[in-house]
C-alpha cells in the first residue's frame, strides 16, 4: 500500500475527530463566542472550505458527531454567510435534512 501524500488513514482520522468533537451543545449567550471548533471554522472564509472537505472524508461516526454540532447551532449556522453551504454538503453526504 501506498501511504497518502497528505498523511496516513489515522492521521487523517485524528485530524478529523478533533474538528468534528461535540462540544458543549448549549448556544452560545448573546455577545459571547462559541466554543465549537466546528462553528468557529464555519463562520471562516477560508476553513469553511477544510470543513467541506472533512464532511467528503468522514466516516458514519464523525458524520453523526458534525450533525449533533450543527442541529445545536442551527440558527448561528443558518445565519452564517458559509453556514448554508455546509448544510448542503451535510444533506448530500448523509441523505438528511439537518
Known amino acids: 500500500l501506498m501511504p497518502s501524500r497528505y498523511g496516513n488513514q489515522q492521521q487523517k482520522t485524528t485530524i478529523i475527530d478533533e474538528v468534528t468533537r461535540p462540544s458543549n451543545t ?19 472564509q477560508y476553513a469553511n472550505y477544510v470543513i ?3 464532511i467528503d472524508l468522514a466516516d458514519r461516526r464523525q458524520l ?4 449533533i454540532e450543527l ?9 452564517c454567510t458559509y453556514g448554508k453551504h455546509i448544510l448542503a454538503r451535510m444533506e448530500k453526504a448523509t441523505g438528511q435534512k439537518v
Open 26 to 44: 448549549e448556544p452560545a449567550k448573546e455577545g459571547e463566542e462559541p466554543k465549537s471548533t466546528l462553528l468557529i471554522m464555519i463562520k471562516d
Open 52 to 54: 467541506q472537505k472533512v
Open 64 to 67: 453523526d458527531n458534525i450533525m
Open 71 to 79: 442541529r445545536a447551532h442551527l440558527v448561528q449556522v443558518k445565519r
